[in-house]
């Protein structure tokens, strides 16, 4: 079994019931296994654009497939529970991305991990600190404290 942290995130509808769905959901198929859960965080949008406030949390959890077949798997659960096409960046009824997977490096087939703009992300680093406070980014070597306090903009991130 291999370690992962992944983020969620949506603006659309329940969004807390939107991702304990999606996380049952990929419980019961078999995907993740010993699920946790950060608390759940309200920001505005990256774009600064008048769009719905987010909700994000984070997800540690164990799988057992490999990269690829974890974002087919995750990708299949976004559409399965109503995610639409809507643009980068646009309203979402939910958004899962990988963001850590065993501590690995890895750059294939459109896959980058650990997720490329995570250190730019209050809405990715404040959920994870909940869960793996002492995390450290494998490709910069930067701690997780240490991308939270180079954040240039936290987009008024807050505890729900």
Same mark, same amino acid.
């Given at each position: 079994?291999?370690?992962?942290?992944?983020?969620?995130?949506?603006?659309?509808?329940?969004?807390?019931?939107?991702?304990?769905?999606?996380?049952?959901?990929?419980?019961?198929?078999?995907?993740?296994?010993?699920?946790?859960?950060?608390?759940?965080?309200?920001?505005?949008?990256?774009?600064? *654009?008048?769009?719905?406030?987010?909700?994000?949390?984070?997800?540690?959890?164990?799988?057992?497939?490999?990269?690829?077949?974890?974002?087919?798997?995750?990708?299949?659960?976004?559409?399965?529970?109503?995610?639409?096409?809507?643009?980068?960046?646009?309203?979402?009824?939910?958004?899962? *991305?990988?963001?850590?997977?065993?501590?690995?490096?890895?750059?294939?087939?459109?896959?980058?991990?650990? #997720?490329? #703009?995570?250190?730019?992300?209050?809405?990715?680093?404040?959920?994870?600190?909940?869960?793996?406070?002492?995390?450290?980014?494998?490709?910069?070597?930067?701690?997780?404290?240490?991308?939270?306090?180079?954040?240039?903009?936290?987009?008024?991130?807050?505890?729900?």
């Amino acid at each position: 079994m291999t370690s992962v942290i992944l983020a969620l995130g949506g603006n659309v509808g329940d969004v807390q019931s939107t991702f304990d769905s999606v996380l049952r959901y990929l419980q019961d198929i078999g995907v993740l296994e010993k699920i946790r859960l950060s608390q759940t965080y309200r920001s505005r949008s990256l774009l600064r *654009d008048g769009q719905p406030d987010y909700y994000n949390c984070a997800c540690s959890a164990c799988t057992n497939i490999s990269p690829p077949e974890l974002l087919n798997a995750l990708k299949e659960a976004e559409r399965r529970f109503g995610r639409q096409e809507t643009g980068r960046w646009r309203e979402r009824v939910i958004d899962i *991305d990988i963001i850590d997977y065993g501590g690995d490096v890895i750059n294939e087939d459109g896959l980058i991990i650990p #997720h490329p #703009h995570m250190a730019e992300r209050s809405f990715v680093l404040f959920p994870m600190k909940d869960l793996v406070p002492d995390y450290t980014n494998p490709v910069n070597g930067l701690t997780l404290k240490e991308m939270i306090d180079d954040l240039n903009d936290d987009l008024e991130i807050r505890p729900v």
